[in-house]
């Protein structure tokens, strides 16, 4: 197996320039969120509340509420009409964005739900837990599809890649698994960090997989080299 390249380079702010400070939440902020559009933005807490803002005006557009504990990871569909919610509360909501309605609560995780990631096309969503498994759920009919095991810790982060096959998960275990989507099978562990995992994003050519660790390093893998 290909061993991960580091990256850890010096960032430098004195170009940028802050636009704006949201307030409104009462509690740390766990996870925020843009729509596609870039029109919403959506913010998770640890008040229990998601909030959606309006990216141009920077104001409020609504609170929702019915998580009864932390909402640690919060995602869009790729056409924006729908918010997933993951909790400490073990759920998963879908929520309808223009109405800021309620429109499902998935259950089967045995612990918090830690990272909610919709697949490209919008059919499916994934979850990943602190029950150490991740679960592919078909949207339409908020049906579970799969439960994926193989990691020995918490499951922090999923992320698909932007065909759709393929779904890469961080553990808190150190290591990185890929799986593929239609058959729901393991395809590779990656393993080179040396603490837990916490983050996995996939460029948007799908090539390359990149991972952010405890130990201060992001670390970037060859995702083809891999299948």
């Known amino acids: 197996m290909q061993d991960l390249q580091s990256f850890s380079p010096h960032i430098s702010w004195q170009n940028t320039a802050l636009i704006t400070t949201l307030t409104g939440h009462s509690h740390i902020v766990r996870s925020v969120a843009f729509s596609l559009d870039n029109r919403t933005l959506a913010s998770a807490s640890k008040d229990k509340t998601i909030k959606l803002w309006d990216v141009a005006s920077q104001r409020e557009i609504a609170t929702l509420t019915g998580h009864s504990n932390i909402v640690i990871s919060v995602a869009f569909s790729p056409d924006g009409r729908m918010l997933a919610s993951g909790s400490a509360d073990q759920t998963i909501k879908l929520w309808e964005v223009a109405s800021q309605r309620e429109i499902a609560i998935l259950t089967g995780h045995s612990n918090a739900v830690i990272s909610v990631a919709f697949s490209p096309d919008g059919r499916m969503l994934a979850s990943g837990s602190k029950d150490k498994t991740i679960k592919l759920w078909e949207v339409a009919s908020q049906r579970e599809i799969a439960t994926l095991t193989g ?44 603490d837990h995992v916490w983050f996995v994003a996939f460029s948007p050519d799908g090539r390359t997989l990149a991972s952010g660790n405890w130990d201060k390093t992001i670390k970037l893998c060859d995702v083809p080299s891999q299948r």
């Open 151 to 194: 990691h020995s810790h918490d499951v922090m982060s999923v992320a698909f890649s932007l065909d759709g096959r393929t779904l890469a998960s961080g553990s808190w275990d150190k290591t990185i698994k890929l799986w593929d989507v239609s058959s729901q099978q393991q395809i590779a562990t990656l393993t080179g960090h040396s």
